[in-house]
């Protein structure tokens, strides 16, 4: 449930004197008895500032004691006058335990004190997030040291926030029965002949992902030599007008393939994603799914997922998504498939406007990806046809492109592309 802090009254009732004094007291055993917390994590070097505008800042901390987070207080230089931010508390599955919104009117004397509360673990991994819209801007003061736990829109930063974050000892038996009753989600990698696939079956949680710069990240190692062919992903909640990007990178940062993604690549709640990208077994891999303004998501994950490593806006989850990654096997560097450049390639209407279709002619049999772009190479639309008796057709729904003039469409079927123009009146 939001919380909104109002200024001093909600702090006041909440905290009774200040957090870095308190964690001062707790460094006396004389003086432990004094304290509200049994523990506190506290950064109190200032040395450097954070800027940003619009996005998510994340700063992943460590559980102290099995209990309750009760409070955080974080050093802020300075923010928009008018402008309202959120911070989120996330817990080490991904999920959003708590949340409260504040303006510049709560930072009092360079500190902002967020009311956060909720039940923690120790030694477990959680996070809090601040998210500022496009436009408005927040200053955090943060100490320079090593990468690893602070996280600009899902870049590392080099440090901490400054910060002190207050907990509570308690005995939770909910905790340690955390992970009871859910089964065996083991991958799975069966596929048809001439395949194999990267697989997490099922699924306990979900992730959300709200708002401007916010990102969901998995990686996984390739199963084959051969053509990532096609992955997906399990929805849990989307909107018919959602838009986001997807991203493939490998181990060295390359962007192998990125797309904009919308509503209508959810089918089932499932996010269907034909590809093209060519692999080598071993390969370790990194898809991504990111929102943007006022964008909402959420996708399935599974606890008993290994298959790599989750991230969410940096922070390191105790889980996978919920995905499938398709591998055309293939053990040498030639061609598996013949050239396109016979094909015979027929759209109507052209010029396009609401639809437009797309017949194959003199094609292998197989699958081909084909794929609509703006000429910035923005990938607008991508599916997936099965082509039988060498010929094959596909429609795409284009009334919310609303550009007019020229566009690229672009057939792909193993290491073979073929390109042409159409036009949008």
Known sequence: MNKFIYPLAAAAALFTGNLFAQEAALSSAENNTTS???????????????????????????????????????????????????????????????????????VVDGNLELPLTAKVQAGKNYAIQITAAEGQNISLRYAHGPMGTLWNNGNPVRGELTCTIGFV????????????????????????????????????????????????TQTFTACSNGVL??????????????????????????????????????????LNLPLNVRIEQGDELMFGIKTGENQRIALHTNSMGNEGVLKRNGQT????????AYTAESNDDTPARMDLQDAKITTFPNPFSDRISV???????????????????????????????????????????????????RVIQGDSVKNTTIMKR
């Open 359 to 409: 017949r194959l002619e003199n094609v292998n049999e197989g699958k081909a990806v084909i794929q609509l772009l703006d000429f910035s190479g923005n990938v607008l639309r991508s599916d997936m046809v099965f082509v039988k008796n060498h010929e094959g057709e596909i429609t795409f729904e284009t009334r919310d492109i609303e550009r007019p003039g020229y566009y690229a469409l």
């Open 36 to 106: 509200m917390y049994d523990c506190v994590k506290t950064v109190s070097d200032a040395n450097r500032t954070l800027d940003f505008e619009g996005g998510v800042i994340t700063q992943e901390f460590t559980a102290c004691t099995t209990g309750q987070l009760k409070g955080a207080t974080l050093s802020v230089k300075g923010a928009s006058d008018d402008a309202w931010y959120m911070a989120e508390l996330v817990d080490f599955r991904g999920n959003a335990v708590d949340v409260v919104r504040f303006t510049k009117r709560n």
């Open 169 to 216: 000892k308690h005995n939770l038996q909910d905790v340690d029965a955390m992970n009871e009753g859910r089964g065996d989600f083991a991958a799975q990698n069966r596929a048809l002949e001439g395949q194999c696939k990267t697989q997490v079956v099922g699924h306990d949680f979900r992730i959300s992902l709200d708002g401007l710069g916010n990102e969901a």
């Open 229 to 270: 062919e096609h992955l997906s992903v399990g929805i849990q909640i989307s909107f018919p007008d959602f838009q986001g990007r997807f991203t493939l990178q490998n181990a060295d940062g390359e962007v192998l393939h990125s797309q904009r993604i919308a509503a209508r690549n959810i089918e089932n709640g499932v």
């Open 317 to 324: 989850i105790e889980s996978n998504l919920e995905f499938t």
